[in-house]
């Protein structure tokens, strides 16, 4: 099980980001993140008053609201590097990430077999592969590196935060719903001060009415992110946190396959070899 709610993520990460990369040619980055997750907040609410999980109030929530706090700076700090390019170096380093759930789990204990340990290195080497890394062309900035790992970082801290968060299902819709409204909180404040600032939260000419014909997408995006956090949540506890991890983290090649299917991106060498990479990590890491 541990291995099908991984990939369940990976499938679910991969295609929020493609919507989300979609959303963010029409609307700031900003106001994608917030719309999106006030979305998942309306429908989680429903979701925790339906399954009773009000009851399930406790300090593991503290969990919860730091992983809604480390979340939208981490994703900030990777919509900025992706502006300072290039963007083939700065998407895969984003993906190591993983190395912080990993390292938790060694640090607990788990010790995973021989060809797990080998899936491990497999299926990251695949997943920034993936990413098409440019080893040649501009030099990349001091900056859009620092803020690429800060934002690996992040998203890693996120994903052993979550797995932290809650003991029970219900505990977890409570716990999904708690990360949600403090990414709101968060990104809202955000978007409040770039906007003192001088940012807008909406193209230019553009109304309200810019996000309301978006709102199908937002929906999509805000809520398979949320599904995808609740995945990795069950296969983080159903298995051991270093194989649920790596292959919750095989994302990108799922965004990449989307970009080749709907947009006819053509998929790079080098991609192509980093998707059959990850999915010989992937057969390792599922072998018991």
Do not use: H
């Given at each position: 099980?541990t291995?099908l ?18 959303l ?15 979305l998942a ?25 730091g992983?809604?706090l ?7 700090a990777?919509?900025?590097a ?6 083939g170096?700065v998407?895969?380093?984003?993906s ?14 788990e ?24 080893l ?11 803020l ?26 409570l ?19 770039s ?6 939260a909406?193209p230019e ?33 159903s ?5 649920a991890a ?5 994302y990108?090649?799922?965004?990449a ?32």
């Amino acid at each position: 099980m541990t291995a099908l709610f991984a990939l369940a993520t990976s499938l679910l990460w991969g295609l929020a980001d493609f919507g989300g990369g979609l959303l963010t040619r029409r609307l700031p980055a900003l106001t994608v993140v917030v719309a999106s997750q006030c979305l998942a907040v309306a429908v989680l609410g429903v979701v925790v008053v339906a399954s009773g999980g009000w009851s399930e109030w406790g300090p593991r929530l503290w969990f919860a609201v730091g992983a809604g706090l480390v979340g939208p700076v981490a994703m900030l700090a990777f919509y900025k590097a992706l502006a300072l390019g290039p963007m083939g170096v700065v998407s895969p380093l984003g993906s190591l990430g993983v190395a912080v759930p990993v390292g938790v789990g060694l640090f607990l204990g788990e010790r995973p077999g021989p060809a797990q340990f080998a899936g491990i290195a497999v299926a990251v080497a695949g997943i920034v592969l993936a990413g098409g890394p440019e080893l040649r062309g501009a030099p990349v900035r001091r900056q859009a590196v620092l803020l690429t790992l800060l934002a690996a970082f992040g998203f890693g801290a996120v994903m052993a935060l979550i797995a932290e968060a809650s003991t029970t299902v219900p505990g977890l819709f409570l716990a999904l719903f708690v990360q949600r409204v403090t990414n709101v909180l968060a990104g809202g404040t955000a978007l409040y001060v770039s906007v003192r600032r001088g940012g807008r939260a909406l193209p230019e000419g553009t109304g309200p009415g810019a996000v309301w014909s978006a709102l199908p997408a937002l929906a999509f995006v805000g809520l398979a992110d949320v599904a995808a956090n609740g995945t990795y949540a069950l296969a983080a506890r159903s298995g051991p946190v270093t194989v649920a991890a790596v292959l919750a983290s095989l994302y990108p090649v799922v965004t990449a396959l989307a970009a080749r299917g709907v947009l006819k991106e053509r998929l790079r060498g080098v991609q192509a070899a980093g998707a059959g990479l990850a999915l010989v990590g992937t057969v390792l890491l599922a072998t018991e």
